[in-house]
C-alpha cells in the first residue's frame, strides 16, 4: 500500500516541479503565472510557520512544537523533570 501511495507523491512533486518551470519560463498567460506563484509562496510561508512556530499539547504532560513534522517535543513525567528531544534543527 505504501509503494502507490509514495509513486503518487513523487508524481505529484514533478508537477509542482514542472509547473514551476513552465510558469517562470512564461509558457503560460500571465495571470495564471502570478496566481501560480502567489500560491506557490504562500504554501512555502504556510509550511515554514506550521513546522516551526505551531505549539500543541498532547496531553497534560506531553508539548509538542511543530506540526505535522513535531520538532522539539518536552515531556514532563514529574514537575522538578522536564526533558526535551530535539528532532529537526530550524
Known amino acids: ?3 502507490p ?3 503518487l507523491f513523487l508524481a505529484a512533486c514533478g508537477l509542482v516541479v514542472w509547473a514551476t518551470y513552465a510558469a517562470i519560463a ?3 498567460p500571465t495571470l495564471a ?4 506563484l502567489a500560491a506557490l ?3 512555502v510561508v504556510s509550511a515554514y510557520q506550521s513546522t516551526f512556530h505551531y505549539t500543541y499539547l498532547a496531553n497534560a504532560n506531553t508539548r509538542f512544537h511543530g506540526w ?3 520538532t522539539v517535543i518536552f515531556n514532563a513525567t514529574h514537575p522538578a523533570n522536564l526533558g ?3 528532532l529537526v534543527q530550524p
Do not use: D, E, K, Y
Not at 503565472?33 to 501560480?36: M, V
Open 1 to 3: 500500500m505504501l509503494a
Open 5 to 7: 501511495i509514495l509513486l
Open 26 to 28: 512564461g509558457r503560460v
Open 33 to 36: 503565472r502570478l496566481l501560480f
Open 41 to 43: 509562496t504562500g504554501s
Open 68 to 70: 505535522p513534522v513535531p
Open 84 to 86: 526535551s528531544t530535539l
